[in-house]
């Protein structure tokens, strides 16, 4: 479905993307997870052929992405800097769009604008940004593309329209089932969607897993420091917190069960590490934790 | 219903509801169970995950499976979900009993008076 | 040409303006109604256009090619064979002296008519003929209705003929002009389209026939042509 | 699964053409101010007066033509030509199903149907200066000098007019691409273009002489026309070149 290769990509000099590389296979939920500018936007217009890799090579249903008319016409990049002309309504926007794409469904388009109480003859300009979000969102989902892509979806909405919308998106999706991928810098309110994660950090992709393995990639360790170091030996840690001789330790969870018990008989409490933890852990700069800024003085 | 940002994986949390269900008899012997895709409306979760979850209890045989039809209960369901429970569940929570009565140097004859002293009391109650 | 630039910066303010105009929120009700308000405008006039009075110059059509050049004719002494038709007005006189004077006022300096003069043997009065040859357009229409009537007046106290009009007119036109795309492919090629219209012929003079030993002096910027003399007197 | 859609470029140009026709539905209206405006001028202080004459007639002619509201159309359908190509306008598109081929083409014939709305609004303006002037309260007779228009003027002045505001909208379309590309444009092409115009405009230009010449000295209707086809299809022609590979929300 999606094949990156070595994709890069430079603006004047910085890098936005460095040799990655991944595959997204057909009719699942990806999460792309990454900090701001760690890529995640540049990776996403490539792959909707807004913007043309540096090098490397892209393919989408197995075309080259950029200025590819089969791609524009199967895919669907919704994000905050999605521009409407501001002489037309808002309810014109909607049967503007079903012009464009094939698979549109009004009807869904129609009741999803009643229930978020749009007024037809608003205009996009004159909305604020959550409620562009949201548009933009109805957008999205109507369309009903081979290749949906949400870039930052819920910027500036409430709790409600978010969960109201990670709904509507499960939703469509079970009933029609395509490629999607959403990019975040949170995870935990949408991981029960995710099947896949992406994590990328500075323009190189970190992980690729299923979501359920996430769940599982770390484990926290909490104990007696000399005890913990004894253990662990140079293994590397994705998080430390310690206060005097006592510390929480997170490492990559490599152990069997057998070791974990007899770590526990030494006094050392285990428990799981939530993805969103995980992903905050690996994606943080390599200066340490925001610890090493106070320790210095 | 589910911990969904809960540190449980969510497909384990499937399976221990749809567990459930069948040791309190919501779904009979024989009977269909939830497709992953309605579980995945349920619960608001990706049908992948559902599947994950059915797909472990088909492999515990607690579920089978009619090509095209979907996911039975099968009839050895019960016996082997409380097996499985009184060997992993019971099994975990005897380890962090013991552990725990180890760090406050606990006695193994006050433990186990303890545990004889709850039984009694519980049965009283029911009682 | 160097203005151009600055027509240029004040269009594009222009459109800015406009386009916020087109912008600005809440319906202004000129804002939405404003293209419909000027095609309506726009079909009213052109439907009333027809109903206008015509606005044409008044005059027939003329060749050009059929008026002759009565310049050249005068000079050749062959005036007489010019059609009747262009000798507008005659008048005679009976001049009272030998030297006879022709005086222009001072206001229509600026016309310079011209004077031609032939002696005529056994001639005893004075005729003067105003000879005129239709003003026609480009486009070949004659508007020689809109020039003046010549005048002249004899003193004979100061044996003088005094040119009080000479038939030159200037007409004061307000003019629907075609557009330049139009004038391009259809008007007279030699036309600049930036210049006005160019009229033709309408040239005019004042043949006089005196006696033998008459003489003619002029006052003022007066061109006098001696007809079938090859030496001019001094 | 969900089915895949082939889009045929024509159908992907249609649609951008509507949607342009009605979201860019204020590029319309910022031309008929400005023709609303140029008839303000011309009706309240006519294009031009001349004078000119013979030995027994000369001419004050104040001239009412709708040569203003076509220079003034002209005018804005360059800056309309250029402001297509901005970020807000290039953007719009890339909402929707689009590539650069399909978005310049239906830019393309967006331009060129305001070029010909705007060219016949242009021309019956004419009707509307005339009847202010009949209608203000010193109305002077108008004189027709030329005589009625017939039908076959008519059209191919309008197709001339049509023609000479599309190739101003291609020719602002390629000076916009030329900027979108190279930034410093938006400075060295006005500079030159005024520096040309005030330097030598004053001293006839040789080559804005001969350029000037090339169109506006054409008598000939249909070499005219073919002139002015290859100019707006050499200017199309080198935007889509040049805009064909450029980015989107690259930022």
Known sequence: ?297 | MLDLNGVTPIYIQIAEWMENQILNGTFQIDEKVHSQYTLAEMFNINPATAAKGLHLLSEEEILYTKRGLGKFVSPLAKTIIMEKRKSQTLTGLITDLVLEAKQLQVEDDELLEMIRKEMKQQKGEEI | MIIFPFIFILLIMLIWVANSWGKRKGAGFLRDRFISIFLIVLIVSTVMHFFLPERQLVGGKIDISTIPDIFHEGYEGRIDQVDSQYLLKEWTFTPKQEMIQIALPDELNQSQPQIFVERIKGLDVMEVGYYRTPVVLTSGLDISGYLSEPRLRFEAGSNQIIIEDTGYTVLELVALKREFPINQFYLDQHQDFFEGPLAERGDYLFYLRIPEQADVEAQGDIWIEWIGEETESE | MMSFVNVSLKETVWNQYCFKLKSFYGMFRSIIILQVIAIGFTSLAGVASTGSGSMTISFNVQYYSADAVIAFTMIGLFINGIQMTTKPFREDDFVFVTNRLSQNLSNMAFLLTVSVATGITALLSRNVIEMIRYFLPEHSYMQDMDGPNTWYMVVGGGIATILYIAACSALGYLVGSLVQLYKGLVIIIPAVVIGYSVILGTQEGYIMGKIWAFYFSEHHLGLFAVKLICTIAICYGAAILLLNQKEVRNV
């Not at chain 1, 910085?14 to 040799?19: E, K």
């Not at chain 1, 998106?169 to 009933?175: C, S």
């Not at chain 1, 500075?202 to 007696?224: C, F, Q, R």
């Open chain 1, 1 to 297: 479905m999606i094949s990156c290769k070595h994709v890069t990509k430079t603006y004047r000099g910085t890098t936005a993307l460095n040799r990655l590389s991944c595959n997204i296979h057909e009719n699942t939920i990806t999460g792309l997870i990454g900090r701001n500018a760690a890529g995640k936007t540049t990776l996403l217009k490539i792959l909707t052929g807004m913007i043309k890799e540096s090098s490397g090579e892209v393919e989408v249903f197995s075309k080259h992405p950029f200025n590819n008319l089969f791609v524009s016409a199967n895919s669907i990049l919704v994000d905050d800097q999605m521009s409407f002309a501001n002489s037309i309504s808002l309810y014109e926007l909607l049967q503007q769009a079903g012009r464009f794409y094939k698979n549109w469904d009004m009807d869904l388009a129609l009741r999803l604008f009643d229930y978020f109480s749009f007024q037809p003859n608003a205009i996009h300009e004159g909305l604020s940004k959550g409620r562009k979000s949201t548009f933009n969102m109805i957008i999205g989902l109507a369309s009903r593309c081979p290749l949906t892509i949400f870039d930052e979806p819920t910027t500036g909405m409430d709790a409600v329209v978010r969960n109201d919308f990670y709904r509507a998106l499960l939703k469509d999706y079970i009933a029609h089932p395509r490629t999607i991928i959403i990019s975040s810098h949170h995870l935990d309110e949408m991981e029960h969607l995710l099947e896949h994660v992406l994590v990328i950090k500075k323009g190189k992709e970190l992980l690729h897993i299923p979501m359920e393995d996430l769940k599982e990639y770390a484990i926290g360790l909490e104990g007696k420091t000399a005890v913990l170091k004894e253990w662990l030996g140079d293994q590397p840690v994705l998080t430390k917190r310690t206060a005097s001789d006592y510390a929480y330790i997170a490492v990559k969870n490599d152990f069997d069960t057998e070791q974990l018990e007899q770590v526990k008989q030494q006094g050392v409490k285990v428990s799981p590490v939530s993805a969103n933890d995980v992903c905050m852990y690996l994606t943080k700069g390599q200066k340490g934790g925001i610890d090493d800024v106070f320790r210095q003085r």
